[in-house]
């Protein structure tokens, strides 16, 4: 299971922190990531972290703005957004895949979803 917290609305070049605590069969995730769906668009990638290692992912669009991180004693990933701008307005969803061989990139390739969070940016 994956729940999110942490969205809100705020100004353009604000920030706001998301958090996806997991519980169950962590031990089973390879890879956490996020991805956002914005009204009348696809589900898009944003960021991917190994759960156990170092690499990290990100969207271009999100690069040098956004930074994935997680806390494996608490079995929580974060996503820190930094000069938020009124295009990363979205639902943002937490995703956690248990395979090592599928695309980071394709939602389709993750076994496991968070309800969602809103993050609304306004200019």
């Known amino acids: 299971q994956l729940v999110e917290s942490g969205g809100g609305e705020v100004q353009a070049g604000g920030s706001l922190r998301l958090s996806c605590a997991a519980s169950?069969?962590?031990?089973?995730?390879?890879?956490m990531g996020w991805f956002r769906q914005a009204p009348g668009k696809e589900r898009e990638f944003v960021a991917a972290?190994?759960?156990?290692?170092?690499?990290?992912n990100y969207a271009d669009s999100v690069k040098g703005r956004f930074t994935i991180s997680r806390d494996n004693a608490k079995n929580t990933v974060y996503l820190q957004m930094n000069s938020l701008k009124p295009e990363d307005t979205a639902v943002y969803y937490c995703a956690a895949r248990t395979s090592p061989f599928s695309s980071i990139y394709d939602p389709t390739y993750y076994n496991y979803w968070g309800q969602g969070t809103q993050v609304t940016v306004s200019s």
């Open positions: 972290i190994r759960y156990r290692g170092s690499s990290t």
């Open positions: 169950g069969r962590t031990f089973s995730i390879y890879t």
